[in-house]
């Protein structure tokens, strides 16, 4: 039979990844999808730059439109990256009755519900497994492997470049833009490598995972996000000392009210397998309510890791190419009619632990006023620690784990904390996840 024709657009650290893929493991690939898969056409915008893949029969373009447009073209590949022009592009292949394959996360969570509705009009897949931690295929897990289970809760550490950046940071003592630059070099960055260090990257995949989780339109913008760029050494050392890891995790749990979706830093006990996932590697939990805890694990960024999603999803349309479009697995996993209207609850409603990190004169009655002020907002103490006061500045660093507590209960107390004259620096607030049930 003759090979399926596939055009590329994007030959950076993931395009070049998958030819090298599709170019290694050819038979193998060919053995399971039933035909060979060839990459015909692709484009980029210099094609001077020199490419860390065999292009040898493949035609190059400087238009991507061409790609899409190509009459031999039957599934088109968007690894540029970006919303505009990879949404016109993806749309407009779609419009000409092609299956598309995308790694783009952005592209998925801000205009994956018109992109679905469009795909689902024409009868064409659209598959995005690379778009979430890397190499893990974690979304063919929750949209097929747990279908029969009502999901709790999905947590993952869900940025390779940032848990790279706290690791290094954590284990060397490095800075944190040195690591940045080495994550880049290395690959594993976004474009704008702001989206890594202040959770957008991570927001776009938790979107996604919660849609796929709880059968809900994707919300990006209903999404609390804070990155990693306030975390010190210090908070990391005091909470190793604690029995913790510093993680930037992604959250999505279903409440009684509603869905909470948050990225943010977040303490995690030492004990649990995810806290010690280091460097470039994800790792989702799932908590399903027949299966229990499910962890996935793998490497999050670099070329080839998501080159092996990508191809995987090339595997998957091919075998689909004759079966009947109302028959396919849904695109968010529920069928299109079947989604829930629940609300995405706001961040003040959230209950969880708190990390506190505050630094106070060294006078005597500050821990009263300080523990006064969290118990008018019943906020209870778990675990305290004060260092010796810093003879010199004549002030004392504490450090407090808190009981669960409602985050607005949480935001007021820090208010009225910040207001007391002996407090000498703004509070350090970290959320704790046991992640145990
Ligand atoms: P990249 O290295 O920057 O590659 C982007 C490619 O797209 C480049 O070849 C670029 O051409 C081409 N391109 C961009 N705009 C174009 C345009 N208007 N016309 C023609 N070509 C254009 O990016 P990447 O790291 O491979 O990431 C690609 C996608 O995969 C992104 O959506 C990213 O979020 C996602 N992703 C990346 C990773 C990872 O580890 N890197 C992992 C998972 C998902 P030039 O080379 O000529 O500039
Ligand atoms: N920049 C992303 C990361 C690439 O570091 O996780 C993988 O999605």
């Not at 056409?41 to 790609?67: F, G, K, M, Q, Y």
């Not at 869900?158 to 954590?170: A, P, S």
Request: charged letters at 25%.
């Amino acid at each position: 039979m003759n090979p399926v024709k596939i055009g590329l657009l994007g030959l950076g650290t993931v395009g070049c990844g998958t030819v090298a893929v599709l170019g290694r493991n050819a038979d193998e690939i060919a053995r399971r999808a039933g035909r060979g898969i060839r990459v015909v056409t692709a484009a980029a915008r210099d094609l001077s730059r020199p490419r860390a893949c065999d292009l040898e029969d493949v035609r190059l373009t400087t238009n991507p439109v061409e790609v899409v447009d190509d009459p031999e073209v039957e599934v088109v590949v968007e690894l540029m990256g970006g919303t505009e022009p990879a949404r016109e592009l993806v749309l407009r292949a779609i419009a000409a009755g092609k299956h598309v394959v995308t790694a783009n996360k952005a592209l998925v969570a801000l205009h994956g519900n018109e992109i679905f509705a469009r795909a689902h009009e024409r009868g064409v897949m659209v598959a995005f497994e690379a778009a979430v931690a890397g190499g893990i295929p974690i979304i063919k897990a929750l949209r097929e492997g747990l279908a029969g289970n009502r999901i709790d809760w999905v947590a993952g550490i869900i940025n390779g470049t940032g848990n790279f950046i706290l690791t290094e940071m954590r284990d060397h003592g490095r800075d944190f833009a040195d690591v940045l630059a080495e994550a880049q070099s290395l690959g594993y960055a976004e474009a704008d490598p702001t989206f890594d260090v202040e959770g957008i990257d991570a927001a776009h995949k938790l979107c996604i995972l919660a849609a796929i989780a709880f059968g809900i339109p994707l919300q990006f913008d209903r999404i609390h996000i804070e990155g990693i760029s306030r975390i010190t050494r210090e908070d990391v050392a005091f909470a190793s000392e604690l029995g913790y890891r510093i993680k930037h995790l992604g959250i999505a749990r279903r409440a009684e009210a509603g869905f909470e979706l948050r990225v943010h830093p977040t303490l995690i006990p030492e004990r649990r397998l995810i806290a010690n996932v280091d460097g470039v590697m994800n790792a989702v939990l799932v908590h399903g309510d027949a299966v229990g805890p499910t962890l996935y694990y793998g490497a999050g960024a670099g070329a080839e890791a998501t080159a092996s999603a990508v191809v995987a999803d090339l595997v998957d349309v091919v075998r689909a190419l004759t079966a009947d479009p109302e028959n396919r697995v849904p695109h968010l996993a529920f069928q299109p009619g079947a989604l829930s209207d629940q609300p995405i609850l706001p961040m003040t409603e959230v209950r969880t632990s708190f990390y506190l990190r505050l630094r106070a004169c060294d006078r005597p009655g500050v821990l009263a006023d300080i523990t006064r002020i969290l118990g008018q907002h019943s906020i209870s103490i778990e675990a305290i620690l004060q260092r010796e006061p810093d003879p010199e500045r004549g002030e004392a660093t504490i450090i407090m784990l808190t009981h669960e507590v409602r985050e607005g209960d949480m935001q007021a107390a820090i208010a009225q904390l910040e207001a007391l004259q002996h407090l000498t620096s703004p509070v350090t607030r970290i959320r704790m996840e046991a992640l145990g049930r």
